[in-house]
């Protein structure tokens, strides 16, 4: 930390540290997921309010206790969004839906008009204390910042009694200074303090004393928060610090998206508090890690960023085993080399048992038992991709139900393209050529052209078709499941010069080229989306992003 000498050597774990400060339960974890607003803050991901709402849902189904579904000011997009997640997730039972809030009084209202129809909600309110983001950003000084924190808290408290307050860059903010920022939001009103380490530089034993020092220093009733990024690999690891120095609030986002390296996977600090409890002793945490791996894959898909096959708890390879000896020793005995069981995060799916004869309602009910409500175009055009599959592969799973339905969900807010038609050929001999049929509203277009490859073919057919100006800056390709037949799911970014925007798309088919069409497609139609609403708002959020 920026001024860790000032901080004395603590002991930080001991029991008698690990009472929440003031309010709230001192055995209760608050999980407080910021995928919607700090996770879609990674570079590249755009979420429009259809795709932030079918996330939001999810993570009410996961038990976390708070959404932070936004950034209200930022885009009337965002506004958008935490209003109707607000509306429709924070009902009664559900989680608690926050938002973000510069200090400005403007900002601090605008957010709330956003919160309102929630059932329950919390404003969090931030400023930068630390003299970079200070000097370079704010361009103000101490009295300043401690004159804007107090205006901001105090409005935000008029209109909700939680009411949290970041010093943000934490971590290089000069002791003494954050202390009087931070005994300032309690003096005004704040209910929740929360510590970011903004650019991942804290070490877990110097965050964990920096929030013990807290603790001590700063008097009053209210939930001490980390928020880690991780710059260095750490931001589990000083989550968790944080926690045993007495935080009750982790503000984590699903696969560890975010700014730059990301924020702490929320994933990973709920197992490791589930798994070792003897270090977390009599702490609770409410998520229903049953839910976790569904979660992962729906964050990946509708971001578009894949999650590393060993990424912990959620990743492809986490209960895979390659060698002869830990294959023999699970075979006998799970907990040989498994610390976690792989059906408590969700990881063996149950088998769906549809074919090629079930109809729509058997359909309908399969989808909504994993928890994903279609209705109108989106389930007729889900249904028919359905029929399509179940002619083409014999066993459909969960996972590729959820691949479909993923392509599929929001696509009947535009009216977008349809591929009507792929033909490709190609091989070590002929050029590479392939021939699409698209249509829109009525109207088909129909194009011919070579590649580089056949898939590189369909992409300039599909481009020329629809005669956009979109580039392709990113392409990957996985499988869903194993096995020969396995629906191929191709991941497609497209950038647009016009609007300074990347979006991508996904696509699924047991075909790869027919898979990468699909995405481009996806991409192609999202972009539109974006496009239809003001270009001037999708703008205006880089600029005042926190
Ligand atoms: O990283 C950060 O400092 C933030 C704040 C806005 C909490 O995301
Ligand atoms: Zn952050």
Redesign the pocket.
Known sequence: MQDSTQIEEMPWGQPENQAASGGGDSNRLIIFD?TLR?GEQSPGISLDPVEKLEIAEQLARLKVDYIEAGFPVSSEGDFEAVNTIARTVGVEGGPVIAA?SRTHLSDVDRCWEALAPAHRSRI?V?ISTSPTHMEHMLKMNQEQVIAETVAGVTRARSYTNDVEF?P??ATRTPLDFMLEVLRAAVDSGATTL?I?D?VGYGIPWDFGALIQYIRNQVPGSYILST?C?NDLGLATANSLAGVRAGARQV?VCINGIG?RAGNAALEEVVMAIRIRPDQFPGLQVGVNTEELAKTSRLVSRLTGYPVQYNKAVVGKNAFAHESGIHQHGVLSERTTYEIIDAKSVGQIGKQIVLGKHSGRHAFRDSVAKMGLELQGETLNAAFVRFKELADRKVEITEADLEAIVAEEIGVELVEGWTLEALEVSGGTVASPKARVVLSRSGEKKESVCEGNGMIDAAFQAIRSASSTDAVLVGFNVSAVTGGMDALGDVLVQLESEEVGLKVSGRGVSTDVVEASARAYLNALNRLDRFKSRSLGMIQNKGEIG?
């Open positions: 910021t700090d973000l969090h931030f970041s943000q860059d929360n970011p903004t928020h990024h503000e700014e926190p």
